[in-house]
């Protein structure tokens, strides 16, 4: 079960954190992983992994630019005679309100975290329609919730979730299936590198309180993310489209 062989696996941010754990996981269930990331040093790092268990290729692409992207996407359609699997997971965070957030920074995480989803889905779907194929955008329960100081980000995770619906209710008919996942707070490095910029000092005791806001009393492991986005890309869930799947150990439904 949760097979992946003989498919093709793009991965957008595959260079760490949730993406490097969904890059190396479908490559251990038989997919040709293809990781598409702004850092080369991480994907280089992951390549290594993804070769001792399957297939894997690194892009360096900024998705932001829809050039960029337009080029990588040919080039991995005709490297591999096909796109079966799109994971979109680069982002950007931002701490924010409307009131103290900078033009600069709306604009940047708009650029990166909605117009590189965009352009990701702008690429790919064409070569997808020809024998169908899964999309899994990764959103945040920040779209599904009010959360302090997350305004711009909260605002491009509801438009994945926009984007999920629209894309799963236009390609049906092409075979197209479009869900996404909504991470509560997971231990990435972006979680370390917040606490040490922040917290210096206390960063252990912050890490204790940030994990107790989930109701499961710790945060999500990447690995445990990348289960979800491999048993919606595979053939187990055929029968699934346009949902976001919550996995945030209880934060939206059991905080009182």
């Known amino acids: 079960m949760f097979r992946l062989d003989n498919k093709i696996a793009i991965v957008t941010g595959g260079g760490s954190g949730i993406g490097k754990a969904i890059s190396i996981l479908f490559a251990q269930q038989g997919a040709t992983v ?7 040093d991480a994907n280089n790092v992951v390549e290594k992994m993804i070769h001792t268990s399957g297939g894997g290729y690194y892009y360096k692409c900024n998705i932001a630019n829809q ?44 650029n990166v975290n909605i117009k590189g989803v965009y352009n990701c889905l702008h690429e790919i779907i064409p070569f997808m329609k020809r024998k169908g194929g899964s999309i899994v955008n990764m959103a945040s329960v920040a779209a599904l919730v009010g959360l302090n100081d997350r305004f711009a980000y909260s605002a491009t995770k509801g438009a994945v979730i926009s984007m999920t619906l629209s894309v799963a209710k236009d390609f049906l008919q092409d075979k197209i299936r479009c869900n996404s996942i909504s991470p509560g707070r997971v231990h990435t490095p972006f979680v370390d ?19 107790k806001t989930q109701p499961i009393g710790r945060m999500g492991k990447p690995e445990e993310i990348a289960q979800l986005a491999l ?4 053939n187990e869930a055929s029968f699934i489209t346009g949902t976001d799947y919550p996995i945030d150990g209880g934060f939206l439904k059991l905080n009182t």
């Open 34 to 40: 293809c990781i598409i990331d702004i850092n080369e």
């Open 193 to 211: 590198g917040y606490l040490a910029k922040n917290y210096p000092g206390k960063e252990d005791e912050m890490f204790d309180k940030l994990s």
């Open 67 to 110: 050039h960029e992207v337009k080029s990588t996407v040919e080039k991995i359609a005709d490297q591999h005679a096909g796109i079966d699997i799109l994971i979109n997971n680069a982002g950007i965070a931002h701490i924010g309100n409307a009131e103290n957030t900078s033009a600069e920074d709306f604009e940047r995480l708009i």
């Open 231 to 234: 048993y919606l890309c595979s």
